[in-house]
């Protein structure tokens, strides 16, 4: 006769062992990013993959899918956060910048939208060049910025992220590719 009591034990133990497999392979995957590109930071990797849905039961392709969807959402509340500092007041060059930043993250949300169909599809090619225009955005929106005197950028954080999110996303790109995991 089956008792639910006599399972709970082997549920724990086999929840507690797919949680540890998963934290290494996490760990392990960031380390090798880590390793490969000096622009991605190891706890950033591992706190950002760690903290997403579906993180704990995915293999290396899982991870990268869930970068790119990480990318995805960083770059659409960015999108949205421009569009609401451009409703507020600032200076005409401020916001000249803020409509270039605009105009590149709307494009970026495009270049992750195909991005991911083209990772579902395995055309890893197709999507480092994406998630490079991705990246490319970032850095250009934050260069903008530094361009003239006396203008702060208030979307350093956001770019930063970004950034290391597609990071994060050539990286394991790279690994697939070549087979290094």
Known sequence: MFSPLCSLPFILFTLFFLSIHAQTL??????????????????????????ASGSRHADVRGLGKISLRLTHTNVSDTRSHIKNLLKKKASSTQRMRLDDCFELYSNAVTDIKHAMKSY?????????????????????????????????????????????????????????????K
Do not use: W
């Open 26 to 51: 996490i760990h392990g995957t960031c380390k090798v990013c880590s390793q490969q590109d000096p622009t991605v930071n190891y706890q950033f990797c591992t706190t950002s993959l760690e903290a």
């Open 120 to 180: 579902k599809s395995k055309h890893y090619e197709e999507v480092n060049v994406l998630i490079s225009s991705v990246m490319d955005a970032a850095t250009t929106c934050e260069n903008g910025f530094k361009e003239k005197r006396n203008v702060v950028s208030p979307l350093t954080k956001r770019n930063n992220v970004t950034f290391e999110l597609c990071g994060i996303g050539l990286s394991i790109i790279h690994i697939l590719r070549v087979g290094t």
